[in-house]
């Protein structure tokens, strides 16, 4: 039991909150490093079509999704505190071998010497295919560093594979960032409080993702990409080493003291209930229940969203508007972006709260009303494209994506937190690991199937047309209406399954 008696309620759970929000800063921070990193620097070196980017995205996101079915049960099995430390000492290590791809590809490949020799021969490329050097034939610069096709095509191959793999061990271990913070927040926040600790630390993957544009493409451009993804991914280890000092479970930790143990355990008022609490919930068991559909479809119909912003919005600005990452406008239109996502999606948490407290709605009816809500920010998707073309200004876009961000934020606050509402704390990563596999297949197919369309509609050019946009532009334009309408779809199967509060009783 704590050993903290003072008569004031401590207020560790806050600490904990901050952990989490730390801890997905440095998930999405290494997240983002590639997308940062792709079109300027890691495509001319490696010679990637979109289609290869895409390969990259969508398998990480198909891997991630497999591996969360299984980190929520590890999480449980292992317990929060070993189990988080494993997960982010994973995905920090996956992420700093990204830094080797060009060393190892360069020994895969025959007539490749070393790094330098990549990075030179695709400046030279890409100097060559650009406006400036019109007329200048790549043959000849093929010729100058006696380099075949058939060599190019053996270093896109060979690096897309060690990406592949360095992503896989990354996914595997950024899986388990959302079941264990879910658990955390389930051991250390009443229910009526779980919306808002969960979009405080959720609101950790704007902020990395809003930390991402201001540090990522600089370190790239005045130290190389590698040291970008070492530097990114040597933050999880400071995590990790924290957290072994800082984490107990409330009824265990020195820092909880008697009157934050009964704020935290309100809801646990009958011994039926603490039993429930204890109880395992098997996968089998756990797809037998609307309440699992319910959130797993959710997922499906929106993390493929905010991934495809994630993964894409960079690569849409040099291709669309040619800001590059590293360019200070390219910097300003990233970071306004996230800093509206960060900041608007704070009220995500809050609004539920408002409606259970002022309202006496149940949590669960509060935070559906408050995701219909924030389902129809995304609508706002339609018309990114067209005022972009219209004022021909990388802006409009810019804060309209910020806005349909805050929107999948403040729905992700949400939703993580209705499976705290329906299912006992032992059983929260379990589901919220189905949860996001689930999302994690719908991000591959938006993310794989968007790499297609742009090559796709690239090469078809005028013959590409779709709602007066032609080309790459009709493809963007494509892929935001289905964002667009993802989440009132999602929004309406979820009430469709359970349309009321139904707590889950484990038999």
């Known amino acids: 039991m704590s050993s903290v008696t003072t008569n004031k ?54 891997c991630y ?25 994973v995905w920090s290590l996956g992420a700093v071998m990204h830094a080797a791809c060009g060393w190892a590809t360069v020994q895969f490949v025959d007539g490749i010497n070393d790094t ?19 007329g200048v ?5 093929m010729e100058k560093f006696n380099v075949t096709s058939e060599m190019l095509l053996a270093i896109s191959s060979v690096s897309v594979w060690l990406f592949l793999a360095c992503r896989m061990i990354l996914g595997l271990g950024e899986a388990g960032n959302f079941p264990a913070a879910i658990k955390v927040t389930a051991e250390y926040f009443p229910k009526k409080d779980r919306a808002f600790a969960t979009s405080i630390f959720n609101a950790g993957a704007s902020v990395g993702a809003l930390a991402a544009p201001a540090t990522i493409p600089l370190l790239a451009k005045s130290l190389g990409w590698e040291m970008a993804f070492i530097i990114i991914g040597l933050l999880g280890f400071v995590w990790a080493g924290i957290w072994i000092f800082v984490y107990d479970k409330p009824a265990e930790s020195k820092f909880v003291n008697e009157a934050e143990l009964r704020y935290v355990n309100q809801d646990d008022d009958n011994a039926e209930e603490n039993v429930q609490e204890e109880k395992q919930l098997s996968f089998a068991k756990a797809f037998t229940y609307k309440q699992t559909w319910s959130f797993a479809f959710g997922k499906f119909m929106t993390d493929g969203v905010w991934w495809f912003f994630l993964f894409w919005a960079p690569a849409y600005f040099q291709d669309q508007f ?34 259970v407290e002022k309202k006496g709605m149940n949590p669960y009816q509060g935070r559906m009303l408050a995701m219909l809500i924030f389902a129809f ?20 876009p810019a804060i309209i ?82 964002c667009a309408v993802a989440y009132l779809i999602g929004w309406s199967v979820m009430k469709l399954l359970v349309p009321k509060y139904k707590p889950v009783v484990i038999d």
């Open 377 to 396: 920010f995304p609508v706002l998707a339609l018309f990114a494209q067209p005022l972009g073309d219209y004022f021909q200004s990388a802006w409009w």
């Open 9 to 62: 309620m401590t207020n560790w759970r806050w600490v904990m909150c901050a952990m989490l929000f730390f801890a997905t800063t440095v998930n999405y921070m290494d997240r983002q490093v590639l997308s940062l990193t792709f079109k300027e620097f890691i495509q001319p070196e490696f010679h990637w079509t979109d289609s290869d980017y895409g390969t990259i995205t969508g398998v990480f996101s198909i």
């Open 116 to 134: 330098s020799m990549l990075k030179a021969l695709g400046e030279a490329l890409v100097v060559s295919g650009s406006d400036s050097t019109p």
């Open 322 to 355: 040619g800001h590059k990452a590293s360019d200070p406008m390219g910097i300003a239109l990233i970071f306004t972006l996230y800093a509206i996502v960060t900041f608007l999606s704070l009220f995500g948490g809050y609004l539920p709260k408002l409606f």
């Open 137 to 141: 034939d790549p043959a000849i610069i």
């Open 401 to 482: 994506i910020g806005l349909v961000g805050a929107g999948h934020q403040a729905w992700s606050a949400n939703i993580f937190s209705t499976t705290g509402d329906m299912f006992p704390k032992s059983a929260v990563a379990t589901v919220t690991g189905i949860g996001a596999m689930a999302g994690g297949i719908g991000s591959f197919l938006i993310n794989k199937g968007s790499g297609v369309l742009f090559d796709y509609a690239a090469g078809q050019g005028s013959a590409f047309q779709f709602m007066g946009f032609e080309g790459k532009p009709a493809g963007y334009m494509i892929v935001f209406c289905v």
């Open 65 to 89: 999704a497999i591996f969360c079915l299984f980190a929520g049960k590890f999480v449980d099995w292992m317990g929060t505190k070993k189990g988080y430390l494993i997960a982010i000492v």
